[in-house]
Structure formats: C-alpha cells, structure tokens
C-alpha cells in the first residue's frame, strides 16, 4: 500500500492503528479500537473513482523507491524472514550455515545485527535527483512487521532496535531539502499469514520437532499470535489482525 505523498506521515508515519495492542511487550490482547477520521471518500467504487490524481504526479516522469530493511543483513533475497523459516528453502539453509538454527538465532536477531551504520540518505538523494526523480517512496514497514519509524504500537521498531534511529524520519528529511515529494509504502496486511511459518518446527533432521523462535511467547508482538493461522492464501479472516 502506498502511504501519503507529498507530505510527511502524521507521528512518523501513523500506518497502522497505533492502540494499545498489549499491555504487554509480549502479550497478544486484542488490540484497541480507533474509529476512523472521516475523509473525502466513502468505502465504494463510485466514491473513489471521484478521486483525480494531483497535477504534479501526472508531470512526474520517475520516481524512486527505497525497499530497504533489515533483511539486508543477509543479502540473500527478499522475504528472509519469511523463508528462513521454510525447511529446505535456500534461505532457510543460508540462515542456519551462517547464523544458526532458527529455532535458536530467528529473525529477531538478525533485528538487532541491522544497525544501518553507512546509510547516507543525502548522498543517495543526490543520486536519485540526478536521475530525474521527481518524488521518492521509501518502505515504512514490510510483512515481518518492523517499523522504521518510532512507532508507538508495539516496540519493535528502528528506533528501539537495530540502527536506533527514525529511518523515515530521515529519508523524508533528504528528500524535502531536495524538493521530492516524499511517501512512504507499508506491507503490513498479509504478515499475519504471510508470518506463520515462524511457529513451525524441522520435520526432519537433528532438530525435527524443535520449535522455531517464533513459538516463544516473549516474542509474540514481533512474530504475531497466528499458531493456529492457515498457510494458504494472503490475508487473514482472523478478527485480531482485522480488526
């Protein structure tokens, strides 16, 4: 989903409903409900297709976008955090070869090994001004539910983990000293499903049945409580998540 362009996200980038999910780091209570500040649309396909796109979007002829995070830690794809988890799948065999099983080292700890010490937003917004951008996009939040802002939802975020900074926060910062109109993108709707795999366990092998870090319970606001999620499909019916 494509955040607000054009203007910074409200309390860094407000993507999700930001209740008081637990009261908890660990607990997994249902979250608060918020209602929804009425906007310029209705929830139909009449209301939106109102909708005109801004003047300055439609002369824009590139944009760039940063999907960046903490899976750049391994450098071995997309969806690690994911298929680190998935017995036999490439990643899964990498992240044991190097870092350890993942019923003992998950992704959580490759959390904390991101610390974005080189990271240059200025000298990468130069770049992308030479190319011709004429706005930037940068990831706010990705399926493996860490925020790169100082969320207040759940602590697990890059300010109290990893890189402690507002990633976003920075990137907005480069790019309206350079005149972008700036947004940001979150992927957070299918990580309830997309996520389940975390409380698996090998069925083969000298760890069969030993569960993945996933399962602890102290790490249940990162991995989400979804045991009992089906793996098929994409987003979720269950009434925590959608709430």
């Known amino acids: ?33 918020y209602e929804i500040a009425k906007g310029p649309f209705e929830p139909t396909w009449e209301s939106l297709r109102q909708f005109e796109c801004p003047r300055w979007f439609r002369d824009a002829k590139l944009g760039l976008w940063a999907h960046w995070g903490p899976q750049s830690v391994p450098m071995f794809g997309d969806w690690y955090a994911r298929h680190m988890y998935v017995e036999g799948h490439d990643q899964y065999r990498y ?28 000298e990468l917004m130069d770049l992308y001004v030479a190319a011709g951008a004429k706005y930037f996009v940068a990831l706010a939040v990705h399926h493996d539910n860490f925020d790169l802002w ?36 979150e992927h957070l709707g299918a990580s309830f499903r997309w996520w389940v795999v975390n409380k698996g366990a090998d069925k083969e092998g000298p760890y069969a049945g030993v569960p993945y870090d996933g399962n602890d319970p102290a790490y249940e606001d990162l991995y989400h409580p979804n045991r009992d999620e089906p793996r098929e499909g994409w987003y979720t019916e269950n009434p925590w998540w959608s709430f």
């Open 1 to 33: 989903m494509l955040g607000v362009i054009g203007t910074a996200p409200r309390s860094s980038a407000r993507l999700k409903k930001e209740g008081d999910l637990s009261a908890s780091f660990g607990g997994a209570s249902a979250p608060t409900s």
């Open 95 to 122: 992240h044991w070869r190097v870092y350890g099983h993942p019923s003992k080292v998950g992704y959580k700890d490759i959390i904390q090994q991101w610390k974005a010490e080189k990271f240059q937003p200025e």
């Open 150 to 185: 100082n969320s207040k939802h759940h602590r697990w975020n890059a300010v109290n983990f990893g890189p402690k900074r507002d990633i976003i926060a920075l990137w907005r910062e480069a790019a309206r000293k350079q005149g972008l109109y700036f947004g940001v993108s």
